[in-house]
């Protein structure tokens, strides 16, 4: 069965720390991984996917097939960051899997 | 506002009474989605749609529920016999089918059954 788990319901840190949002998923062929972010009072957003390989507001995402893990970091927190972070998988063409969510803190 | 809308945005009903809720997705989207998300949880997949076409329903969605896209344009998801565990956010998103396929969500439509 797929599954995504984040074992962190909340993550705080302080502006300017690193940060790193666990996510590990359970399936057995090759899934397309996401993190979604939700702002305080606005809509669930794409954050990035790992097929682009791209940084996005300084955060960047490594599958590692290995472990089955998708941990989103960043260097350098910012107030700005803080939100609700959603690690998802969808095995091509078929329904997307969400995990249940990670509450980002970063305090001044 | 070219984004997915849905209505209504909260919806209070009574346990027993059916609800009905619509989702707008961006104009050339050809697939929409249904989820659920109760609090503390990250959205469930309920089904979802290609064109017209109901391609995938979870077993969550119960017999109480069903959802149509009548013309491949919006959609609509109907609860009948309200349960209060059905309480929870609806979420709407769409996309266009593809490798590179990205989902847009809604608002959410709030559902309180009393």
Same mark, same amino acid.
């Given at each position: 069965?797929?599954? @995504?788990?984040?074992?962190?319901?909340?993550?705080?840190?302080?502006?300017?720390?690193? @940060?790193?949002?666990?996510?590990?998923?359970?399936?057995?062929?090759?899934?397309?991984?996401?993190?979604? @972010?939700?702002?305080?009072?606005?809509?669930?957003?794409?954050?990035?996917?790992?097929?682009? #390989?791209?940084?996005?507001?300084?955060?960047?995402?490594?599958?590692?097939?290995?472990?089955?893990?998708?941990?989103?970091?960043?260097?350098?927190?910012?107030?700005?960051?803080?939100?609700?972070?959603?690690?998802?998988?969808?095995?091509?063409?078929?329904?997307?899997?969400?995990?249940?969510?990670? #509450?980002?803190?970063?305090?001044? | 506002?070219? /984004?997915?809308?849905?209505?209504?945005?909260?919806?209070?009903?009574?346990?027993?009474?059916?609800?009905?809720?619509?989702?707008?997705?961006?104009?050339?989207?050809?697939?929409?989605?249904?989820?659920?998300?109760?609090? /503390?949880?990250?959205?469930?997949?309920?089904?979802?749609?290609?064109?017209?076409?109901?391609?995938?329903?979870?077993?969550?969605?119960?017999?109480?529920?069903?959802?149509?896209?009548?013309? /491949?344009?919006?959609?609509?998801?109907?609860?009948?016999?309200?349960?209060?565990?059905?309480?929870?956010?609806?979420?709407?998103?769409?996309?266009?089918? /593809?490798?590179?396929?990205?989902?847009?969500?809604?608002?959410?439509?709030?559902?309180?059954?009393?």
């Amino acid at each position: 069965a797929q599954r @995504v788990t984040q074992p962190e319901k909340l993550l705080s840190v302080f502006k300017g720390a690193p @940060v790193e949002l666990k996510c590990n998923y359970s399936y057995s062929g090759s899934p397309e991984l996401f993190w979604y @972010v939700q702002y305080s009072r606005q809509r669930l957003q794409l954050l990035l996917r790992h097929i682009s #390989r791209e940084s996005i507001k300084g955060f960047t995402a490594d599958l590692n097939k290995g472990e089955t893990s998708f941990h989103l970091k960043k260097p350098f927190a910012q107030e700005e960051d803080s939100a609700m972070y959603y690690c998802a998988l969808s095995p091509y063409g078929q329904n997307f899997v969400f995990g249940p969510g990670t #509450r980002l803190s970063v305090l001044p | 506002d070219t /984004g997915v809308s849905q209505n209504p945005r909260h919806k209070i009903t009574k346990r027993g009474q059916n609800v009905t809720f619509r989702c707008d997705p961006i104009s050339e989207h050809n697939r929409l989605y249904w989820y659920r998300q109760t609090l /503390g949880q990250g959205p469930e997949f309920l089904t979802y749609f290609q064109n017209e076409a109901q391609l995938e329903k979870s077993r969550l969605l119960s017999d109480r529920f069903s959802a149509e896209r009548p013309k /491949g344009s919006f959609s609509t998801l109907e609860i009948q016999r309200t349960e209060q565990g059905d309480s929870a956010m609806y979420l709407c998103a769409s996309s266009i089918s /593809g490798s590179k396929e990205t989902q847009y969500f809604g608002p959410g439509t709030r559902l309180l059954v009393l």
